[in-house]
């Protein structure tokens, strides 16, 4: 038996490993050439060699922009992964207590994942500046309002998602252990900190890494919410690679550029995590 | 093997015989060509006349054409990432100077094609490294759009600031008359039936509207100050401006939001409609252009306009306003590209020139769209119905000069423009102070030398 599998594994993987190849590997692989090209279009480029990342790093105005988004994504990464995950948690705690209604609860919870972030951030605008008018006020008064509102919906958006991760994991604790944990007198204060933490540590790791990543890639609702405004003191990384990419005349290379620089941070953050959180589990 | 070559081969000779006879049915020596054409449509708000032309011409002559059009604003990433395909647009819009210089690699050079020999004002036609980049299509003026029956109904008013339309003929005179339609309402209300609340329209600076300010009244400024220097206002632009007239620019502003009933602080939050606004009889003024007529003129839009309520006066800047005409210029035109395969090339100038030569064409572009044409072609029953391009024409004709485009030569336009948009914002939520004017001219200027040194280094 295992020896089929071993001789017909090349068979199976390779549609998946094609798709891989295709749709992920070549682009990126491309991608880092193109970062050491001048180009208009992907297929009509000039080898330039590193005068791109120089250049990133050259211009004041510029620098002062992509340096505010690099603190101000890191910023914002902190707050959603704290409130994502303590939020998600929390609820998932709740409906797996077995309250009435449990079911409709994770279901209202979930949908607004099922909602595409540009739409949601229309809507959401819509709603926050109809409520600040009164206080003669909008979303993108100051960089703070702008990044609360992203806050907001980015923190609706996917608490449900990671909930449902949570409730599974919960839902995993082995029952003896809670009943051993019962007779051996632990109260609730006890059982959260020593069984449900505890045990729920690979799932938080699973739910900070998307949060994580979710946090410093985020675009559509940044472009959607904010859009930049107010002078572009509320561009997260992603929308200043945008803008990068396709505000500046003649700029395609070194929006590229940033983009390989940012995927580096992005891995190195979230290997980094995974570490510390994997050594936690048990 | 053989026997699928010959297939391939008679297949390929009767393809042949069809497409002759296809142009034999023709009188003229109109030949629509092999090719295909794919044009990539800047103009969001024609989509459907276009696909209903490439429809009709597919069937005409059987040849495929394609339209895609770009949505609001989204026209350079659109392009980019379609030119990078392997079935690339082969028309596509190359609007100025500085579109030909990124495009220079795919502008097919057009010089001594039919679309240039009938080309009515070549000065629209951009040129750049020795080609013919790309041809303006049509051309569009833009000026501050009024009510014509509700003003006509106040200048006969008693107490009216002015006593006939014409008079208003200088910054300060439409200042006067706006300040007082401001501030009276309901008196004007009361007399002639309206349902005004405001003189101008609310000035939003979301997204979907801050273009009329941070490039349309943006572009008063530099034209004038291009002027003073000397150089050609619309095609050249300055590596540094000085900013000059801002001052003017601060006053036609300041008229903007003072008298008109939006709230100041909240320009920005993308609930103003001007349109609906203009369009429902609650404002009188309204700046815009001559594109804006198919929209006030739709009656799915609930508006009870005719083309009589309209009319457009220039943007009166307080620096030459006796010889001051509307806005004339033009971001539409038309590139071909140069990377498509010849057959590709041929067919698409072949649907061009259909476009602008049929009397579909030119009944669908002239009527339907409501554009003014570029080409000597729109004579007689297809000369331009539109009103505003009538006045501007008219304007001219009374010996005003045609206010040329400088903005054309914005620098990273659109990095450029929102940084103006945002100091906008900030100087009109925040009481508009002198402080805070210092910071629309700070992103005005430096603004500008900046992204001129950044869009131009090497």
């Not at chain 1, 608490?159 to 809670?178: S, T, W």
């Given at each position: 038996?295992?020896?089929?599998?071993?001789?017909?594994?090349?068979?199976?993987?390779?549609?998946?490993?094609?798709?891989?190849?295709?749709?992920?590997?070549?682009?990126?692989?491309?991608?880092?050439?193109?970062?050491?090209?001048?180009?208009?279009?992907?297929?009509?480029?000039?080898?330039?060699?590193?005068?791109?990342?120089?250049?990133?790093?050259?211009?004041?105005?510029?620098?002062?922009?992509?340096?505010?988004?690099?603190?101000?994504?890191?910023?914002?990464?902190?707050?959603?992964?704290?409130?994502?995950?303590?939020?998600?948690?929390?609820?998932?705690?709740?409906?797996?207590?077995?309250?009435?209604?449990?079911?409709?609860?994770?279901?209202?919870?979930?949908?607004?994942?099922?909602?595409?972030?540009?739409?949601?951030?229309?809507?959401?605008?819509?709603?926050?500046?109809?409520?600040?008018?009164?206080?003669?006020?909008?979303?993108?008064?100051?960089?703070?309002?702008?990044?609360?509102?992203?806050?907001?919906?980015?923190?609706?958006?996917?608490?449900?998602?990671?909930?449902?991760?949570?409730?599974?994991?919960?839902?995993?604790?082995?029952?003896?252990?809670?009943?051993?944990?019962?007779?051996?007198?632990?109260?609730?204060?006890?059982?959260?900190?020593?069984?449900?933490?505890?045990?729920?540590?690979?799932?938080?790791?699973?739910?900070?890494?998307?949060?994580?990543?979710?946090?410093?890639?985020?675009?559509?609702?940044?472009?959607?919410?904010?859009?930049?405004?107010?002078?572009?003191?509320?561009?997260?990384?992603?929308?200043?690679?945008?803008?990068?990419?396709?505000?500046?005349?003649?700029?395609?290379?070194?929006?590229?550029?940033?983009?390989?620089?940012?995927?580096?941070?992005?891995?190195?953050?979230?290997?980094?995590?995974?570490?510390?959180?994997?050594?936690?589990?048990? | 093997?053989?026997?699928?070559?010959?297939?391939?081969?008679s297949a390929a000779m009767v393809a042949s015989m069809m497409t002759t006879a296809a142009v034999a049915d023709e009188a003229d020596d109109f030949d629509p060509g092999t090719g295909k054409v794919y044009y990539l449509n800047f103009k969001p708000e024609v989509d459907q006349q276009w696909q209903d032309l490439a429809a009709a011409y597919t069937e005409e002559y059987g040849v495929e054409v394609n339209v895609l059009t770009a949505a609001s604003g989204e026209?350079?990433?659109?392009?980019?990432?379609?030119?990078?395909?392997?079935?690339?647009?082969?028309?596509?819009?190359?609007?100025?100077?500085?579109?030909?210089?990124?495009?220079?690699?795919?502008?097919?050079?057009?010089?001594?094609?039919?679309?240039?020999?009938?080309?009515?004002?070549?000065?629209?036609?951009?040129?750049?490294?020795?080609?013919?980049?790309?041809?303006?299509?049509?051309?569009?003026?833009?000026?501050?759009?009024?009510?014509?029956?509700?003003?006509?109904?106040?200048?006969?008013?008693?107490?009216?600031?002015?006593?006939?339309?014409?008079?208003?003929?200088?910054?300060?005179?439409?200042?006067?008359?706006?300040?007082?339609?401001?501030?009276?309402?309901?008196?004007?209300?009361?007399?002639?039936?309206?349902?005004?609340?405001?003189?101008?329209?609310?000035?939003?600076?979301?997204?979907?509207?801050?273009?009329?300010?941070?490039?349309?009244?943006?572009?008063?400024?530099?034209?004038?100050?291009?002027?003073?220097?000397?150089?050609?206002?619309?095609?050249?632009?300055?590596?540094?401006?000085?900013?000059?007239?801002?001052?003017?620019?601060?006053?036609?502003?300041?008229?903007?939001?003072?008298?008109?009933?939006?709230?100041?602080?909240?320009?920005?939050?993308?609930?103003?409609?001007?349109?609906?606004?203009?369009?429902?009889?609650?404002?009188?003024?309204?700046?815009?252009?001559?594109?804006?007529?198919?929209?006030?003129?739709?009656?799915?839009?609930?508006?009870?306009?005719?083309?009589?309520?309209?009319?457009?006066?220039?943007?009166?800047?307080?620096?030459?306003?006796?010889?001051?005409?509307?806005?004339?210029?033009?971001?539409?035109?038309?590139?071909?590209?140069?990377?498509?395969?010849?057959?590709?090339?041929?067919?698409?100038?072949?649907?061009?020139?259909?476009?602008?030569?049929?009397?579909?064409?030119?009944?669908?572009?002239?009527?339907?769209?409501?554009?003014?044409?570029?080409?000597?072609?729109?004579?007689?029953?297809?000369?331009?119905?539109?009103?505003?391009?009538?006045?501007?024409?008219?304007?001219?004709?009374?010996?005003?000069?045609?206010?040329?485009?400088?903005?054309?030569?914005?620098?990273?336009?659109?990095?450029?423009?929102?940084?103006?948009?945002?100091?906008?914002?900030?100087?009109?939520?925040?009481?508009?102070?002198?402080?805070?004017?210092?910071?629309?001219?700070?992103?005005?200027?430096?603004?500008?030398?900046?992204?001129?040194?950044?869009?131009?280094?090497?």
């Open positions: 038996m295992e020896k089929t599998i071993k001789r017909y594994f090349p068979l199976f993987m390779l549609p998946t490993m094609l798709a891989f190849v295709v749709g992920f590997l070549a682009p990126f692989a491309y991608g880092v050439f193109l970062s050491f090209c001048k180009f208009t279009t992907v297929t009509n480029w000039k080898w330039v060699g590193f005068s791109n990342y120089l250049k990133m790093f050259s211009k004041g105005a510029d620098v002062d922009v992509f340096v505010h988004a690099l603190w101000y994504t890191s910023l914002f990464t902190v707050v959603t992964v704290l409130i994502i995950n303590v939020a998600a948690f929390a609820i998932a705690m709740v409906l797996t207590k077995g309250i009435r209604g449990t079911n409709l609860f994770r279901t209202a919870f979930f949908l607004p994942n099922l909602i595409g972030g540009i739409v949601l951030s229309y809507v959401w605008l819509m709603l926050f500046n109809s409520v600040l008018q009164n206080y003669h006020m909008t979303i993108t008064s100051t960089p703070w309002s702008a990044f609360w509102g992203m806050v907001v919906v980015v923190s609706w958006q996917q608490i449900g998602y990671m909930m449902i991760i949570y409730i599974a994991g919960i839902q995993n604790i082995p029952g003896e252990m809670i009943e051993a944990a019962k007779i051996d007198g632990a109260n609730s204060h006890q059982m959260l900190r020593y069984i449900t933490i505890p045990t729920l540590a690979p799932t938080s790791t699973i739910c900070t890494f998307l949060t994580l990543t979710n946090g410093f890639k985020l675009f559509d609702q940044n472009l959607a919410l904010t859009g930049g405004s107010p002078n572009r003191m509320s561009e997260l990384l992603a929308l200043n690679i945008f803008q990068t990419m396709y505000g500046m005349q003649g700029w395609q290379g070194v929006g590229q550029a940033k983009a390989v620089l940012f995927f580096l941070l992005v891995a190195a953050i979230a290997l980094v995590q995974n570490k510390i959180s994997r050594s936690r589990e048990v | 093997m053989k026997k699928f070559l010959s297939i391939a081969m026209y350079e990433t659109t392009l980019q990432s379609e030119m990078a395909k392997s079935n690339a647009p082969t028309i596509f819009n190359c609007g100025n100077t500085s579109g030909a210089e990124t495009w220079d690699d795919y502008t097919y050079d057009l010089t001594g094609t039919w679309l240039d020999e009938h080309s009515a004002n070549k000065e629209f036609n951009v040129s750049y490294n020795g080609k013919l980049s790309s041809v303006a299509y049509c051309y569009e003026s833009f000026g501050i759009i009024y009510n014509k029956t509700i003003l006509e109904g106040y200048c006969g008013m008693d107490n009216a600031v002015v006593s006939s339309i014409d008079e208003i003929n200088s910054f300060d005179k439409l200042l006067e008359v706006a300040t007082d339609i401001n501030s009276r309402i309901d008196e004007i209300n009361d007399e002639l039936g309206t349902e005004l609340t405001e003189a101008f329209v609310g000035s939003g600076l979301d997204s979907g509207n801050s273009w009329r300010y941070s490039g349309h009244l943006a572009n008063m400024p530099l034209y004038y100050e291009f002027v003073d220097d000397g150089i050609d206002p619309v095609t050249d632009g300055e590596a540094t401006i000085k900013g000059t007239y801002l001052d003017n620019f601060r006053k036609v502003w300041d008229m903007y939001v003072d008298t008109s009933a939006a709230d100041k602080a909240t320009l920005d939050s993308g609930t103003l409609s001007a349109a609906d606004e203009f369009g429902l009889g609650e404002a009188v003024f309204y700046q815009n252009g001559d594109w804006e007529y198919s929209t006030l003129m739709n009656e799915d839009n609930g508006y009870d306009l005719t083309a009589d309520d309209l009319g457009m006066m220039p943007i009166y800047f307080g620096v030459d306003d006796e010889n001051e005409g509307l806005c004339s210029g033009t971001e539409n035109c038309w590139a071909i590209n140069a990377k498509a395969s010849e057959e590709d090339i041929q067919s698409s100038l072949a649907f061009l020139q259909w476009v602008v030569s049929s009397d579909e064409g030119r009944k669908v572009t002239n009527e339907d769209m409501g554009l003014t044409m570029n080409f000597d072609t729109y004579t007689g029953d297809f000369a331009s119905v539109n009103p505003f391009g009538a006045a501007a024409q008219e304007l001219v004709a009374e010996g005003k000069t045609a206010v040329g485009w400088a903005f054309n030569a914005t620098p990273n336009v659109d990095t450029w423009r929102q940084g103006v948009v945002d100091a906008l914002i900030a100087y009109t939520a925040n009481g508009q102070t002198d402080e805070d004017w210092d910071g629309v001219v700070s992103a005005f200027v430096d603004g500008w030398n900046e992204q001129w040194e950044l869009a131009h280094a090497e």
